[in-house]
């Protein structure tokens, strides 16, 4: 005699999920920018082969400083680099981070191969509750590259950017917080 077993699976009849609504990215009011006068070098927008603009150089830039904000471009095959992220949207900043990525930079006109390197230091006295995500790590970068000096950024009139820091305002699950870019020489 067979005996068959059958297994079922009940649904509910009605089964809903609420995705959470997505909020625009808006700046704290009161941002604090320092650019680095004495870094001579730029990056430099028009440069074939470099970024098209400060927000191209932020998204580039928070790639390297926090990989786990874009899992879309991580690599899912289990090579050596597999990096294992959280399954969050609010990354946490109980801890500096800092990430580089080789650029070319211009002195003078001239191209030299450089490193920048983008710190990301949480706020001198933190609370323990600083959360980022990846909008305002592109939308903070983004102002510090785009914006011109007497506009809160460290772009000159020509739109190069120019590095410096970039402390976040009230307001913000980020107050105090400190996006830092640097120009360093290249290892290679």
């Not at 990846?134 to 739109?159: I, M, N, P, R, V």
Request: charged share 20%; proline share 7%.
């Amino acid at each position: 005699m067979r005996s068959s077993i059958v297994l079922a699976t009940v649904l509910p009849a009605a089964f809903t999920y609420a995705i959470p609504a997505v909020v625009p990215w808006t700046s704290a009011k009161d941002n604090k920018v320092a650019c680095n006068a004495t870094e001579t070098g730029y990056i430099s927008f028009v440069t074939p082969g470099g970024p098209s603009n400060g927000t191209q150089l932020a998204v580039d830039s928070c790639k390297a400083l926090d990989p786990c904000l874009y899992p879309e471009d991580l690599h899912p095959t289990g090579s050596p680099d597999d990096i294992v992220c959280p399954m969050t949207l609010d990354r946490s900043l109980n801890k500096a981070k800092s990430g580089s990525m080789h650029i070319t930079a211009l002195y003078g006109g001239n191209k030299r191969s450089k490193n920048i390197t983008i710190d990301l230091f949480p706020p001198a006295n933190p609370t323990g509750q600083e959360t980022y995500r990846k909008a305002d790590c592109e939308g903070y970068l983004s102002q510090l590259f785009s914006l011109q000096k007497d506009k809160g950024g460290c772009a000159d009139k020509t739109q190069d950017a120019h590095m410096g820091q970039l402390t976040v305002g009230t307001g913000s699950t980020l107050s105090g917080a400190v996006f830092k870019a640097s120009l360093i020489d290249s290892a290679t």
